[in-house]
């Protein structure tokens, strides 16, 4: 169990998460909201790259002392990535495992790596330059980054960017193996509500900094709560016991003006 206490943080003097306190259990645990409303900004608190008021921790104990009793305690992929190097597949992943790499590669090392590769289902691209492949595939390679380390939590950063319809539920499906093979902890921000329902065995909602909304996405993603927090008139519907939304246009302002 990871527990977020009372989280503040400011960017100079502009607040961004207002006194956030949230449970996020084994499984997939899906981070929704409107643009700008602190979703990025929680998962880089949680994974150190920020520093808060308020308090983490991961099973009663601060997550920063669980962090220096296991360094490989977080996996965390961030939204974007510089994608332009020349380095291979290995040496991409291989990154994930940078504090443990001192004078040479160890034959552990490569094994472990080798491992996640073969996990992923990527070991026959362990050679191509990561520039070189599709936005699919390097999507994989970062997940397999994240996961090299074998964190008991991996925090995803809007990992369907830039992919297809076939290829987001491709992923999500390896997302899910992977969180009931290794029992990971999965923190995942997202944009598709249908991909949050359909995944995520808990979502909470942040709106303006400050959380609007958590629980089973049945229960949470409600006819007022989407068109207050995400601004859209949508058809909520259930098909094999999976939610399903399907927007159909802009909540507008008196005026007529769409509400941005």
Same mark, same amino acid.
């Given at each position: 169990?990871?527990?977020? *206490?009372?989280?503040?943080?400011?960017?100079?003097?502009?607040p961004?998460l207002?006194?956030?306190? !949230?449970?996020?259990?084994?499984?997939?645990?899906?981070? #929704?909201? +409107?643009?700008? #409303?602190?979703?990025?900004?929680?998962?880089?608190? !949680?994974?150190? /790259?920020?520093?808060? &008021?308020?308090?983490?921790?991961?099973?009663?104990?601060?997550?920063?002392?669980?962090?220096?009793?296991?360094?490989s305690?977080?996996?965390?992929?961030?939204?974007?990535h510089?994608? %332009?190097?020349?380095?291979? @597949?290995?040496?991409?992943?291989? =990154?994930? #495992?940078?504090? $443990?790499?001192?004078?040479?590669?160890? +034959?552990?090392?490569?094994? $472990?790596?080798?491992? @996640?590769?073969?996990?992923?289902? !990527?070991v026959?691209?362990?050679? #191509?330059?990561? %520039?070189?492949?599709?936005?699919?595939? /390097?999507? =994989? @390679?970062?997940?397999?980054?994240?996961?090299?380390?074998?964190?008991?939590?991996?925090?995803?950063?809007? +990992?369907?960017?830039?992919?297809?319809?076939?290829?987001?539920?491709?992923?999500?499906?390896? !997302?899910? *193996?992977?969180?009931?093979?290794?029992?990971?902890?999965?923190?995942?921000?997202?944009?598709?509500?249908?991909?949050?329902?359909?995944?995520?065995?808990?979502? @909470?909602?942040?709106?303006?900094?400050?959380?609007?909304?958590?629980?089973?996405? $049945?229960?949470?993603l409600d006819?007022?709560?989407?068109?207050?927090?995400?601004?859209?008139?949508? $058809?909520?519907s259930?098909?094999?016991?999976?939610?399903?939304?399907?927007?159909?246009?802009?909540?507008?302002? &008196?005026n007529?003006?769409?509400?941005?």
């Amino acid at each position: 169990m990871l527990d977020v *206490k009372r989280l503040c943080f400011s960017y100079a003097t502009e607040p961004v998460l207002r006194d956030v306190s !949230i449970t996020f259990e084994t499984g997939i645990n899906c981070v #929704c909201g +409107p643009n700008a #409303c602190g979703k990025t900004t929680l998962l880089k608190c !949680i994974a150190g /790259q920020l520093q808060a &008021e308020g308090q983490v921790c991961y099973h009663g104990e601060d997550l920063a002392s669980a962090l220096k009793k296991k360094p490989s305690l977080i996996g965390y992929m961030a939204q974007y990535h510089v994608t %332009n190097a020349t380095l291979s @597949v290995l040496e991409v992943v291989m =990154l994930g #495992c940078l504090d $443990q790499i001192v004078w040479r590669v160890t +034959p552990t090392l490569l094994e $472990q790596v080798e491992m @996640v590769l073969v996990e992923l289902d !990527i070991v026959h691209l362990a050679h #191509c330059p990561i %520039n070189q492949l599709s936005g699919g595939q /390097q999507q =994989l @390679v970062f997940i397999a980054q994240a996961l090299v380390r074998n964190p008991d939590i991996l925090l995803l950063d809007e +990992p369907t960017n830039n992919l297809d319809v076939h290829h987001q539920f491709e992923l999500f499906e390896l !997302i899910e *193996k992977l969180a009931d093979k290794r029992q990971l902890m999965v923190v995942c921000v997202l944009h598709d509500l249908n991909l949050a329902a359909r995944f995520g065995a808990r979502l @909470v909602i942040l709106n303006n900094g400050e959380v609007c909304a958590e629980g089973v996405p $049945q229960d949470v993603l409600d006819d007022e709560l989407i068109q207050d927090t995400f601004r859209v008139y949508a $058809q909520r519907s259930v098909f094999q016991e999976r939610l399903l939304i399907a927007p159909y246009a802009a909540v507008r302002s &008196e005026n007529g003006a769409v509400l941005l």
